[in-house]
């Protein structure tokens, strides 16, 4: 395995007041759309596979998902957090022998990034380097890890990205993308209504304002 695509949807949606991941969009739950976006990115690719860390206690769901080409991975009971799902993603990799290049980390709740976003940091990705997407001068997700810094992210379980990419800073490599969705995440039911409203350009999403320099979104809950 070259690149794993890790999609993070073990939080409990206490912002949003139901589960989101179940939310529709246009009659698909946010969790399939996600993880299709991902399989889609990892189609351009000999050696990509798709994980997603679902909650600890959460069969029905990884029930639903047996058809897709993904390994459900349960994240611990607690913390749960972005940095303990990402740690145990590490943990689960290692003990299959696996050995990315680079774990391409997406949130479950940022269903409208475009495949092609995911394929671009992918090729920016390198082993000593940390890939984050920059949209009209603001940070967003998903963010490329880079295999030096896995072993890193596996004691850094009770921290966001936020810290890591501030531990690192060295290794970050800001990435130009022509897509403000790496900024559209979905935490309230607000977050939702505006992003299903189309813009002026006919897209399927309303990009929340932001501003220049403005830190990355907060993890999914």
């Not at 690149?3 to 073990?10: C, G, N, P, R, T």
């Not at 920016?124 to 984050?132: G, P, S």
């Not at 967003?140 to 810290?163: D, V």
């Amino acid at each position: 395995m070259e690149y794993s695509i890790v999609v993070l949807a073990a939080g409990y949606s206490h912002r949003f007041g139901t589960d989101k991941r179940l939310a529709s969009i246009h009659g698909e739950p946010m969790i399939l759309r996600t993880l299709q976006t991902a399989l889609d990115a990892a189609d351009k690719f000999d050696h990509a596979a798709v994980q997603v860390v679902l909650r600890a206690r959460d069969s029905v769901l990884a029930n639903g998902l047996k058809k897709l080409p993904v390994k459900v991975i349960h994240a611990p009971v607690w913390p749960v957090s972005i940095g303990t799902s990402l740690a145990h993603v590490v943990e689960q990799l290692q003990r299959s022998g696996a050995n990315p290049k680079a774990v391409l980390v997406c949130l479950g709740d940022m269903p409208f990034v475009e495949p092609e976003t995911l394929t671009t940091l992918m090729q920016a990705a390198e082993e000593d380097r940390i890939c984050v997407p920059v949209c009209a001068g603001t940070r967003g997700y998903p963010i490329s890890i880079g295999r030096k810094y896995l072993s890193a992210l596996s004691r850094l379980r009770n921290t966001g990205m936020e810290k890591v990419l501030r531990i690192f800073a060295d290794a970050v490599v800001d990435v130009e993308v022509a897509d403000p969705a790496i900024n559209c995440d979905i935490n309230r039911p607000d977050d939702f209504h505006a992003a299903m409203r189309p813009d002026l350009f006919g897209k399927i999403f309303a990009s929340p304002d932001t501003v220049p320099d403005a830190p990355i979104p907060s993890p999914s809950e």
